[in-house]
């Protein structure tokens, strides 16, 4: 596989925190929500529509493609709504629309702009794709597909040369990390059914991540679900299968996380930046797969499986609640000043101490996410070893830090040494 021809990789921001960590760590594509109409409407930050030119601004210096999330259902009184958001994408250069509602789709084409196909329409055979190539240029597929499906699909493309709406031939993207759905292509109503709170609308209550007790109704028995969360799947991770991945014939890879921190967009974007370019390099190796997989689990995870891309049936569940992450982030400060000229961040310190040696974290809507080794710092003005709640700290840094830059620390959690 030729440099030419490496795969896109297509990153999560849900804020602007996040949209930094991508581009600064090599994400050749972002997407994102504005306003409500995504399906992280509610766990993400999300942008507003006057973010837009700032988004594209900052993108295309480092030429990052930029995609605008409008992928839930779609009502009456949403239209208005939506209009309104392609129309100022348009004006803002925004590179396409990912949606699934066919008016959505519709409005976007109208207004010129480009649109990729959500997995939420679940396409699974080339039929389908063939009907929608009729009006976009990149879709999506299913994420319940076998690699060998995808494969057949992206052969008849070629075989076919079925091409979109700009006279390219369609472009296959697939989820390669992050969270995964008990169902059909995150189609789930569990959420909307216990609080009327619509997982479709992208605002899920994530019922799914729970432990449960199950009742016999007519015995009255209870058993107790408490080694494995059976509606709550490991995460998806293909760093190890990458190459498989490539040669499905896909173009786009796409990272789940747009309600994850910028730590989490930084460590997952760096390590597929760095396994796509061994591919392409021809260096993608076990001893790299090993490396990468130690670095993914040092970010929020629910544990990690392939997914369906191999055949396996469902049954990968988490055996507990919550992030597996071998390490975990403390709030300690907020910044104060940066000195450009002696390169020198002042941070407060509001919550708990620091000390040299330690691993810390800083994190801003410019900063995205730095982390380093704290090797040496000034306490109060003096050179000091260990800083604590109160006192102001100075520390050598190569880059520039704000007010709305936050210092943390981070430390080994129980996952650490399993």
Not at 36 to 63: G, H
Not at 66 to 91: E, F, M, Q
Not at 268 to 286: F, L, M, P
Not at 399 to 405: E, G, L
Request: proline share 2%; glycine share 6%; net charge positive.
């Amino acid at each position: 596989m030729s440099v030419k021809n490496k795969i896109e990789l297509m990153a999560p921001a849900g804020s602007f925190d996040s949209m930094q960590a991508a581009i600064e760590n090599g994400a050749d594509s972002i997407y994102f929500g504005v306003e409500q109409l995504n399906m992280r409407a509610r766990a993400s930050i999300n942008f507003t529509i006057d973010d837009l030119p700032e988004i594209v601004k900052r993108c295309s210096e480092k030429k990052v493609r930029t995609y605008l999330t409008l992928n839930t259902i779609i009502y009456d009184h949403d239209l208005s709504i939506v209009k309104t958001l392609i129309n100022a994408a348009k004006k803002a250069n925004i590179s396409a629309v990912i949606a699934m509602d066919q008016a959505v789709i519709q409005v976007a084409r109208t207004a010129g702009l480009e649109v990729h196909i959500s997995t939420q329409i679940n396409i699974t055979n080339i039929e389908t794709l063939r009907f929608y190539a009729m009006f976009a240029d990149t879709i999506v597929l299913s994420r319940e597909l076998s690699l060998r499906q995808v494969k057949f699909i992206t052969e008849q493309i070629e075989k076919d040369q079925i091409k979109g709406p700009s006279g390219r031939l369609v472009e296959i993207e697939i989820f390669g990390h992050g969270a995964l759905c008990m169902a059909v292509s995150g189609k789930c109503y569990m959420s909307l059914h216990s609080h009327n709170s619509s997982a479709n609308r992208g605002a899920c209550k994530q019922n799914c991540r729970k432990k449960y007790t199950v009742i016999d109704q007519e015995t009255g028995v209870e058993m107790e679900l408490d080694n494995e969360y059976i509606m709550s799947p490991k995460d998806l991770c293909t760093i190890d299968i990458l190459d498989q991945v490539v040669n499905a014939g896909i173009k786009v890879l796409k990272i789940e996380g747009r309600g994850r921190a910028p730590e989490y967009v930084a460590q997952v974007v760096r390590s597929y930046r760095n396994a796509i370019d061994a591919i392409a390099e021809g260096t993608y190796d076990k001893d790299k797969v090993i490396s990468w997989m130690k670095e993914l689990g040092t970010v929020y995870n629910r544990g990690f499986w392939n997914g369906y891309y191999l055949g396996q049936k469902l049954g990968e569940w988490s055996s507990e609640s919550g992030s597996h992450a071998t390490q975990k982030k403390v709030f300690l400060g907020k910044g104060v000043h940066y000195f450009p000229k002696a390169k020198v961040g002042e941070f407060k310190i509001d919550a708990y101490g620091v000390k040299v040696g330690d691993k810390i974290l800083v994190t801003g809507p410019t900063t995205g996410a730095k982390e380093m080794e704290l090797k040496t710092m000034l306490v109060n003005d003096v050179k000091q070893d260990e800083a604590k709640k109160g006192d102001s700290v100075t520390i050598k840094l190569d880059f520039r830090i704000r007010q709305s830059d936050k210092l943390y620390k981070i430390v080994k959690t129980e996952f650490a040494d399993k």
